[in-house]
């Protein structure tokens, strides 16, 4: 289930095709063999399979189609609603036909197979003109895929490529040219079922037993299960993270979950960017401060009053209220300072309050 740009929700479903419903009239569409390229399977020709929809940052819509009487792959709608759909084939380097997730970003669409691995279909940001395109196809054997048997695989605000799959976490290492398998905490695994990336990069990993949660890092920061939450079940099948209010939704065999992360949209405006609790009162040590609504790429500076540099805080949102030394700091008042990715910058006041 994806929304478009026009506000529209897209569902796909197995054996119905995809479904549009359009929020300003209320009006749903359905989309199968008789009124667009989407195809059934052969023993079925009305039966149309489509796992998944993404949608790309030019509103276009992909929809994976499963193993297709006419060995076509994937059909594009265009943003452009005027636009023909557009077919992408065997022809077209899609060899394999048991497709099961996509992931549109930055002109690539990424395919997951069920048992044949990962592809990486760079349209070049051209749906109607195939010539410009380029495909690689990533397996277990060539590129060390932990499973061929891929459920989900999505690229990070860092670019990095992550897969999901039968068993385990893969990470696609630029250098090596190859995948490298995450360990995952126990009792996480051994399939991780889901992927989503949050407004802080963090990941949120949907396994068959318990949801994790990795940070910018790489650092497993937090384990689910039904033994230290209340997730309806430890087999969580699918994530969807509301960007605004960074509400995590977990989509599990028993029932549906959400965790309230905190983690909300960015803010557009630097000055927006809030620091909680303020004032900061630390007695154990151990408390921490976040930056709400810090941009992903932002970096914050801690000074005193008199112009001192405290702590720089170069990942993450938090503040241990702790000197770059590892000292706790004092009571009294400080300024922090927040710089964008492209220069802009805010200013503020924090109370400490030691006790
Ligand atoms: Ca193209």
Known sequence: MERDPQGNIWFSSW???VTKFDPDDSSWVRYTEKNSPLRGIAADPDYVVVNDVAVDEMGNRWFPVWDALDLSRVVCSPADEET???VYHDQDGLEFPF???VFARDG???ICYRGMGLTDYDYNWTVENKVDDRLTHYTSKDHHLSNNAVWRCLVDKDGTLWAGTSSGLDKFDLDWGRFRSVP????LGPQVNDIAVDERNNKWIATANGLGMMNSKDEFVAVFTTFNSKICDNYVRG???DGR??????GTESGLSRFESGIGAPAEDLSDVVPFPNPFIIEKGSEILTFDRLPYQARVRIFTVAGELVKKITSGSQWNGRTEGGELVASGIYLFHVQGASGESAVGKIAVIRK
């Open 84 to 86: 023909a759909w557009v």
């Open 99 to 101: 497709l099961e997730k």
């Open 245 to 250: 209010t960074g509400d995590v939704w977990v």
């Open 15 to 17: 054996g119905g095709g």
């Open 184 to 187: 995952l905490p126990d009792p």
């Open 108 to 110: 690539h669409l990424y």
């Open 239 to 241: 994530l969807k993270i």
